[in-house]
């Protein structure tokens, strides 16, 4: 996972008890941070978005108790209670924008600050069975006790990252929420048809894939490759655009290669720059590209992703 973080602080007059004029910092900062999660975009969005599931993955959310509407909707309403450095706040939120399956927006209020929250969510491109999710923070802190805030400020910019990693975590587990996600019936017929294999699909398909010939019974698989099971757990070698079935053969100079060669071909810059929806795309997946070949040029961090026991998206 990576991470952008940019902001500003500014000072301003305020009046404090004794009538004479205080300093008040305004602190203003946005957090940016990408997570590619396990789930179809509809699941992880109707999970996701619901901000009443923010205990389950949101660092320091104790409570979340919904004030108004239902679903993910506009002008719907919460009250999160949260502890940042051992202190307890109440905060209210709003959803201020929303298109379902894509994006929802949050504001948030407390005594001590402002905040929106973006989240978008985009089908994997490679997988979509996988979903690409990009958080977006903007918050004002505004506090008489100045000292604190550059520790406040410091706390919340780790919080979209640990956010995404905790969910990222959560939704590859077994008992994954997204199984108690209920979809709309037309959506569900989808999903099902989605995973179903090709009809073109044949074991004569895959081993020909191989390059080890033909197999002398059609009707099934060789006892060999029976049971078999190949791990792309984060759709790396797919995205790098190799064949998920010969990990084994590919070293460093092939994942190099194989890198140098999409990055050529997916570079946002490529991309025109008044189209913002598709720049926001072409980021995304450039920076699973480069996730991935992060990952798989390091031997040791490449055998562990090939066994399926490398499944975090934080590692460089």
Not at 46 to 56: G, M, R
Not at 99 to 125: C, N, W
Not at 189 to 216: M, T
Not at 218 to 225: E, L, N
Request: glycine share 6%; charged share 25%; net charge positive.
């Amino acid at each position: 996972m990576q991470a952008c973080f940019s902001g500003r602080s500014a000072p301003a007059a305020a009046r404090g008890r004794s009538g004479r004029s205080a300093t008040v910092f305004v602190v203003c900062k946005q957090y940016d941070a990408s997570v590619r999660v396990k789930g179809s975009v509809k699941r992880v969005f109707k999970y996701a978005a619901d901000f009443e599931h923010l205990p389950e993955w949101y660092p320091g959310v104790t409570s979340v108790i919904r004030t108004r509407g239902e679903g993910i909707n506009l002008k719907n309403t919460y009250t999160v209670e949260r502890t940042i450095m051992k202190m307890n706040h109440s905060s209210q939120y709003e959803v201020i924008d929303v298109a379902p399956g894509r994006k929802v927006v949050y504001s948030a209020q407390s005594p001590i600050h402002t905040a929106v929250h973006q989240l978008y969510f985009m089908e994997d491109p490679t997988d979509r069975n996988y979903t690409n999710v990009r958080y977006i923070k903007k918050i004002q802190l505004r506090s008489l006790a100045g000292a604190l805030q550059p520790l406040v400020a410091g706390a919340l910019s780790k919080i979209p990252e640990e956010g995404l990693n905790n969910l990222a975590k959560l939704l590859i587990s077994p008992d994954t929420p997204l199984s108690k996600i209920t979809l709309d019936p037309e959506d569900e017929e989808e999903e099902i048809r989605a995973a179903k294999p090709a009809a073109s699909w044949s074991w004569q398909s895959v081993w020909d894939g191989l390059g080890l010939g033909s197999i002398s019974n059609g009707s099934s698989a060789p006892s060999s490759t029976r049971g078999a099971a190949v791990v792309d757990t984060l759709g790396y070698y797919a995205i790098l655009g190799l064949d998920v079935r010969r990990v084994a053969q590919y070293g460093p100079d092939d994942i190099k290669a194989a890198y140098r060669a999409r990055a050529m071909e997916m570079h946002p810059d490529k991309v025109s720059v008044d189209d913002s929806a598709a720049q926001q795309s072409a980021t995304l997946k450039f920076q699973r590209l480069q996730k991935a070949y992060n990952v798989l040029k390091n031997p040791e961090h490449k055998r562990l992703y090939d066994s399926g026991n490398l499944v975090e998206e934080l590692v460089q």
